[in-house]
């Protein structure tokens, strides 16, 4: 978790994946009033670095196609767009999801 003031301001999620031999990153927010301030860089590489730990060499995460700030955000963080894509029904409506990867051994 990510805290301001006593405050939680952000969390990572991030775990053994359904696809074999990958690591995931489940979920990872930030409090918009605390955009800016690095806790979603600091929450991320704590998720990689838990994933290393578990012995994942390469994980993915996925995030709404259309969510552009969230798109740059992984990618100044060195993950790359992967091929698959996933529409999903969240709260009764469809969207679509792009995978992100990363080798977690890369540039150790």
């Known amino acids: 978790v990510a805290v301001e003031e006593r405050k939680v301001v952000g969390f990572c999620h991030a ?4 696809d074999e031999g990958w690591g995931e990153v489940f ?19 704590a998720g990689e670095s838990t994933l290393l730990a578990k012995g ?12 552009e700030r969230g798109r740059g955000f992984y990618e100044r963080q060195r993950w790359t767009m992967g ?5 999903e029904a969240i709260g009764g409506v469809q969207v679509t999801e792009v995978r992100y990867e990363k080798d977690l051994t890369d540039g150790l």
């Open 15 to 18: 775990d053994s994946s359904a």
């Open 27 to 45: 979920s990872i927010y930030v409090s918009p009033e605390s955009w800016g301030r690095g806790h979603g860089h600091a929450l991320l590489g």
């Open 56 to 67: 994942h060499e390469r994980a993915l995460l996925w995030v709404l196609e259309n969510n």
């Open 83 to 87: 091929k698959p894509i996933r529409i």
